[in-house]
């Protein structure tokens, strides 16, 4: 018998979800679009600004000494989370895009030219997309797409005839934040690799949600955001292999990154802190340690299991209502719905929903390229984590049933 | 000679006042979008558009003698409904009366949010064209 969660104790322990929104209880399913805060979290922060406040690395006194420590002990703590060989590789941005952009203006910038090749897919969020192609602008290099199919997947046949030795570097996420699919991250990673190419995964949707060993899946770079993983805002990682991060020239100049300084000339730090010009977001990645000590507490196959039950009865359950059609139908999904409804606006259905105290997230999902392969305006977005519960979607279908009725 | 800004607005108070709970207003909200008067196809062009993050508003307006004349259209029913009380609060008026007007009864049946949300449903965008129109044609 494997081992279930007790949701009302995990609960317990998001203060934000014990509220009223519109006189009625909140139900939380916008998880893809940032995920809630657990108390240790909170705690964390206010600790921080209540007892160690104080700039690192620099500093000789105690406070500065201890913010350091704290800071750079979460640096080992996501080392030990993405098993990274070693420290060096976690480097702290202030999320996702950041992470992207700076492996796009320094990786990019030194290895892509004229003609070369940079391979995105058609799930990708904006994020994902824009930073290659003001690279490839810049450098009069080719963006080439990886198709998806009608049920969310992507093709990798096509993937592979797009391949070849112009391709400098493929970027793809794991997971598609508009419609749940696993991309074969693996398969996608070893066939970039046999034509000399570099791979970025955009992590976002999928730390949350799957376990990642870089080392095991021969990862280049891999980026996340802490707000997705239970943790603050304005805090992400980029995690690189050595060898690429050391040969990559630094991204933003200033303080931290620099080993010495003089007019005629300027030395860089060393990995990791030159790529971390300037006096980092201290708080929020000590906070964010409290966030990884929560979610690895959980355990993971529980989480799992919590998470595929509430995919597969919210799925059966939508899939009754008429008219309704879910967008990604891939095997492979995590906790995410993308549905519209014949002849019904999804904005319509987003705001009556929120007067139920409902909160999902409609509209394109910064993924235009793929509701444009869709022929959609955009969808409604139900995306779930492990606290929500089976009630919530029973409450949310009633809640979608009445709100049709009302637009009807 | 048109019915004053202020006294529609009082009207469309008074007719959002019989509803107590917020499921009637929007019904009401609804069916005022669903009875907007469509616009014309020729109009729907992309001069006209407005860009909101999820969903589109098409304005267009014309001068008839002293007094501007709004036609518009979204993608999305309740942005629709709004629309349908802009443009009965601000059509057939002069572009001095449009452009001193005060949407106050926005406020005050409780539909603010929906202004709020700027870069949604681009009906803030809506309201400015609206101005700049009465603006152009003053």
């Known amino acids: 018998?494997?081992?279930?969660?007790?949701?009302?104790?995990?609960?317990?322990?998001?203060?934000?979800?014990?509220?009223?929104?519109?006189?009625?209880?909140?139900?939380?399913?916008?998880?893809?679009?940032?995920?809630?805060?657990?108390?240790?979290?909170?705690?964390?922060?206010?600790?921080?600004?209540?007892?160690?406040?104080a700039n690192i690395h620099r500093g000789i006194?105690?406070?500065?000494?201890?913010?350091?420590?704290?800071?750079?002990?979460?640096?080992?703590?996501?080392?030990?989370?993405?098993?990274?060989?070693?420290?060096?590789?976690?480097?702290?941005?202030?999320?996702?895009?950041?992470?992207?952009?700076?492996?796009?203006?320094?990786?990019?910038?030194?290895?892509?030219?004229?003609?070369?090749?940079?391979?995105?897919?058609?799930?990708?969020?904006?994020?994902?997309?824009?930073?290659?192609?003001?690279?490839?602008?810049?450098?009069?290099?080719?963006?080439?797409?990886?198709?998806?199919?009608?049920?969310?997947?992507?093709?990798?046949?096509?993937?592979?005839?797009?391949?070849?030795?112009?391709?400098?570097?493929?970027?793809?996420?794991?997971?598609?934040?508009?419609?749940?699919?696993?991309?074969?991250?693996?398969?996608?990673?070893?066939?970039?690799?046999?034509?000399?190419?570099?791979?970025?995964?955009?992590?976002?949707?999928?730390?949350?949600?799957?376990?990642?060993?870089?080392?095991?899946?021969?990862?280049?770079?891999?980026?996340?955001?802490?707000?997705?993983?239970?943790?603050?805002?304005?805090?992400?990682?980029?995690?690189?292999?050595?060898?690429?991060?050391?040969?990559?020239?630094?991204?933003?100049?200033?303080?931290?990154?620099?080993?010495?300084?003089?007019?005629?000339?300027?030395?860089?730090?060393?990995?990791?802190?030159?790529f971390e010009a300037g006096t980092p977001n201290i708080a929020d990645v000590i906070a964010f340690g409290a966030a990884l000590d929560y979610v690895q507490a959980i355990p993971s196959e529980a989480l799992a299991t919590q998470e595929e039950a509430l995919l597969a009865y919210a799925t059966e359950k939508l899939k009754a209502i008429s008219g309704l059609r879910i967008v990604g139908t891939a095997p492979e999904k995590i906790a995410v719905i993308s549905f519209v409804i014949d002849g019904v606006h999804p904005q319509d259905i987003g705001v009556l929903l929120d007067k139920f105290g409902i909160a999902i997230r409609t509209g394109h999902h910064c993924a235009q390229p793929l509701m444009q392969r869709y022929e959609l305006v955009g969808t409604c977005r139900a995306s779930f984590a492990f606290y929500n519960t089976f009630e919530e979607i029973d409450r949310f279908v009633l809640c979608l049933e009445k709100t049709l009725q009302m637009l009807g | 000679m048109g019915q004053p800004i202020n006294e529609i607005q009082e009207e469309l108070i008074e007719e959002f006042g019989l509803f107590e709970d917020w499921a009637d207003k929007y019904e009401y909200l609804i069916d005022l979008g669903k009875k907007l008067a469509p616009m014309s196809d020729a109009f729907k062009t992309e001069?006209?558009?407005?860009?909101?993050?999820?969903?589109?508003?098409?304005?267009?307006?014309?001068?008839?003698?002293?007094?501007?004349?709004?036609?518009?259209?979204?993608?999305?029913?309740?942005?629709?409904?709004?629309?349908s009380m802009l443009i009965r609060v601000l059509s057939n008026h002069t572009p001095a009366e449009i452009l001193a007007a005060d949407l106050y009864f926005i406020e005050q049946i409780g539909m603010s949010q929906h202004l709020a949300q700027t870069r949604s449903n681009g009906l803030v965008s809506m309201v400015k064209q609206m101005q700049h129109y009465a603006l152009a044609f003053s």
């Open chain 1, 61 to 274: 006194h105690t406070l500065a000494e201890r913010a350091t420590t704290a800071y750079e002990l979460t640096r080992k703590k996501l080392a030990a989370f993405l098993n990274a060989p070693s420290i060096d590789q976690i480097i702290f941005t202030s999320g996702t895009t950041a992470g992207i952009n700076l492996v796009a203006q320094t990786f990019g910038r030194a290895n892509v030219g004229k003609g070369d090749q940079i391979i995105v897919s058609n799930l990708e969020h904006h994020s994902n997309i824009v930073p290659w192609q003001m690279i490839a602008e810049e450098k009069w290099a080719e963006i080439k797409v990886i198709p998806v199919s009608d049920e969310g997947v992507l093709d990798i046949e096509a993937y592979k005839a797009l391949l070849n030795p112009r391709v400098k570097l493929v970027a793809v996420n794991h997971v598609s934040n508009a419609i749940g699919t696993i991309n074969p991250i693996v398969e996608i990673i070893s066939l970039a690799h046999a034509v000399g190419a570099k791979v970025l995964i955009d992590g976002a949707q999928s730390v949350a949600h799957l376990s990642v060993d870089v080392q095991a899946l021969d990862m280049d770079f891999f980026v996340f955001s802490a707000h997705k993983l239970f943790g603050p805002t304005g805090v992400g990682v980029l995690y690189g292999k050595q060898e690429l991060l050391e040969s990559m020239p630094p991204y933003q100049g200033g303080g931290e990154m620099i080993k010495e300084v003089s007019f005629a000339g300027t030395t860089y730090n060393e990995l990791p802190y030159k």
């Open chain 1, 1 to 53: 018998m494997a081992e279930t969660l007790n949701i009302d104790q995990i609960r317990a322990d998001f203060p934000v979800l014990h509220q009223q929104v519109n006189k009625a209880p909140l139900i939380y399913f916008d998880n893809a679009a940032t995920t809630q805060k657990p108390k240790a979290v909170i705690d964390a922060l206010a600790a921080y600004y209540e007892h160690d406040n």
């Open chain 2, 47 to 83: 001069e006209n558009v407005i860009k909101g993050c999820q969903s589109r508003v098409w304005l267009h307006a014309e001068k008839q003698g002293d007094l501007v004349v709004f036609q518009a259209d979204s993608e999305a029913i309740i942005v629709k409904g709004m629309i």
